[in-house]
């Protein structure tokens, strides 16, 4: 070789050798972002949505302040859903924080979850979202923006679960609202080492009168609640997973003390209706469950009567769909009821049971769809029913 060629060589190794160094300085560990369970879309008031959520981890050494979040249309990149602080604040929840602690800094090494509601821009089609994520590094008085793309997820195009009525007749408000804290959507629990939320898409049943109250005269006994004894029926043929039927109950709400988490249910029934898919039935009236394991059921027949068990702030049906035969370690996925009566809602929940409910102006039957939070509903009476056994 050459003393020129040699030269060239040399110098292209060196302008590589320098390019690899220039990158290696530009790489910083910062976050991992993940979804690490994707539901299928349900439909609301008409329109497909989605619930899911986000995890954050903070790798970096340094402090971060979140800032945005935006899907994406990972096809074209147009932004389906975004985020800006003041909302992120309210979907964010930082693990092992104080109050005073603003959840939106991630010290180094702590985790978040950003709990994601929103429409989709089509029903029943395959999508691909990714995320962008905006944030601050916090590196004492220096302060640096940092945009990361990622958590790649697919959105299924399967049909949605359709059940049927879990109740009879109404007014039944069906109560949940994604944003509460302290509500089913949010609460995990770890059970063999993994965390799940199987409350993702669980609904309270809470009977009420024609003036929206849920008791006659005295609310603290429970047996005055209109709700209380009700029959609880099949939403769908299946059998029989599990039951539980010897949890004791307060014959009043003063005299009643909150078991501990593992006794959440109450006494409760388990139907598996499809593959990875378990309807379960919390809270009902000791002695009251007409069925055992094993036995294959019918949609609509009587299984058991709406009690006052288990943690519970009053008479009512609690209804969730979830992957596993287990009340607290299983993923919550979205259901659709056939058919029912939408009569109107509350958007001020603290006029529940004082004040009629916000009522249409003419009330309409609803198909395949899922109540949206806080609504009060009529499931037809003249469903067809199985007498239990």
Not at 172 to 185: C, D, F, K, N, V
Not at 225 to 235: F, K, T
């Amino acid at each position: 070789m050459s003393a020129k060629n040699k030269y060239i060589l040399c110098t292209i190794i060196a302008v590589i050798l320098s390019q690899g160094k220039s990158y290696a300085q530009q790489y910083q560990t910062t976050v991992d972002i993940r979804v690490p369970f994707v539901p299928s879309p349900t439909v609301i008031n008409g329109k497909p949505c989605i619930y899911y959520e986000l995890n954050i981890a903070n790798f970096a050494k340094d402090s971060l302040r979140l800032k945005t979040l935006e899907v994406l249309n990972a096809t074209d990149s147009s932004t389906i859903f975004n985020v800006d602080e003041p909302r992120l604040k309210s979907r964010v929840k930082r693990l092992a924080i104080s109050p005073k602690e603003n959840n939106l800094i991630l010290p180094p090494g702590s985790f978040a979850v950003v709990y994601l509601e929103f429409n989709l821009p089509s029903k029943n089609t395959g999508l691909h979202f990714v995320h962008r994520l905006e944030f601050d590094l916090l590196n004492g008085s220096k302060t640096t923006r940092v945009s990361i793309k990622g958590a790649s997820i697919s959105i299924g195009a399967e049909a949605p679960l359709i059940i049927g009525p879990p109740l009879n007749g109404g007014p039944w408000a069906a109560i949940y609202e994604p944003s509460w804290l302290t509500g089913h959507r949010r609460v995990f629990y770890t059970i063999d080492g993994t965390g799940r939320l199987p409350g993702r898409f669980a609904i309270d049943f809470i009977k009420l009168d024609n003036n929206g109250q849920y008791a006659a005269h005295n609310a603290d006994t429970i047996r005055n609640w209109y709700g209380y004894g009700n029959d609880v029926l099949a939403v769908s043929d299946g059998v029989v997973a599990s039951v539980r039927n010897n949890f004791p109950e307060s014959s009043t709400l003063s005299g009643y003390q909150s078991p501990p988490v593992e006794n959440a249910t109450g006494n409760y029934i388990s139907i598996k209706i499809g593959n990875n898919q378990f309807v379960f039935y919390e809270h009902l009236k000791p002695g009251s469950i007409k069925v055992k394991p094993g036995q294959k059921v019918k949609r609509g027949e009587v299984i058991a009567s709406l009690g006052f068990t288990g943690q519970t702030t009053g008479p009512h049906l609690h209804l969730h769909i979830a992957t596993k035969d287990s009340p607290l370690g299983a993923e919550g996925i979205p259901f659709e009821f056939e058919h029912f009566k939408l009569s109107g809602s509350y958007p001020d929940l603290s006029t529940f049971g004082k004040k009629l409910w916000m009522p249409l102006v003419k009330p309409a039957w609803v198909s395949k769809e899922r109540p949206a939070p806080n609504s009060v509903v009529v499931f037809d009476k003249s469903s067809k029913q199985i007498s239990s056994h």
